[in-house]
């Protein structure tokens, strides 16, 4: 890999990380629009870059997710009994999303993650700040159901599921420091089932480009992972000290214009 790439792929993990820790969202809303644009950049684009983009996304949440879930555990901030209740869910959620995606055309997975970009920012820019409305957290089938909805779009999406299991168990009277830090448990085994999905669903494509194993790029997940890693430890300890309801509303920004320029390229 050359060092430029390789520092543009350490640049874009230390970011995802940060945010992955400290606002909950999962460090896909950051990595897969910067592959987008990397991949081509240094020779590795084509017809499958969005896939790739998605499917490398996925593999470094397993790791970036691990490192902020451990952090948040420390604190005793995940709510472990809600991590198993939903985890059924939504691991067969995410093995038929990422199934489903490796057969979508590449156009329509870039334009969907731009809807999901342009969604997300300005339903965090209304929200940040404001405190929710709660009802009584479902059990049973229904909250099954809705861990397989957020797992399936988030294996899609290259996400690990916070931007909507967040907001979903602060809607449900879950404090939101315990919401952030038990969706991070939960992206973990979203992530791996997902890439691990679009390996399967990518394995034997032609247009790949050297490294890939299915759809999922091995150098740059690895690059994009070893500045996650820590670096979403350090976003997890000072999601306990910030103010995060106002870089939520500077991230929201970003992730418009990011959704807007995708929309439209």
Known sequence: MEPLAALAFLATGALAGLAAGLLGIGG????????????????????????????????????AGSASALSHHRRGAV????????????????????????????????????????????????????????????????????????????????????????????????????????????????ALVGSLGFVLSGWGRDGLPAGSLGFVLWPAALAVAAAAVPLAGVGARLAHRLPTATLKRVFSVLLLMVGLRLLVT
């Open 28 to 63: 896909g809303a950051v990595i897969v629009p910067a592959l987008l644009v990397l991949l081509p950049a240094f020779g590795a684009g084509g017809p499958w870059t969005p896939h790739q983009a998605v499917a490398t996304s996925l593999a470094t949440v397993v790791a």
């Open 79 to 190: 709510r472990w009994g809600l991590v198993w209740r939903l985890a059924p869910g939504i691991v067969m959620g995410a093995a038929c999303g990422a199934l489903v995606a490796g057969w979508l055309p590449a156009l329509w997975l870039k334009r969907l993650f731009a809807v999901f970009l342009l969604l997300s920012g300005m339903r965090m820019l209304l929200a940040a700040g404001k405190p929710a409305a709660t009802q009584a957290l479902p059990t049973g089938r229904v909250l099954t159901a809705a861990g397989g909805g957020i797992g399936a779009l988030s294996a899609v999406l290259g996400i690990g599921g916070g931007t909507m299991l967040v907001p979903y168990l602060a809607r449900h009277g879950v404090v939101l420091r315990h919401a952030v830090a038990t969706s991070s448990a939960c992206g973990v085994p979203l």
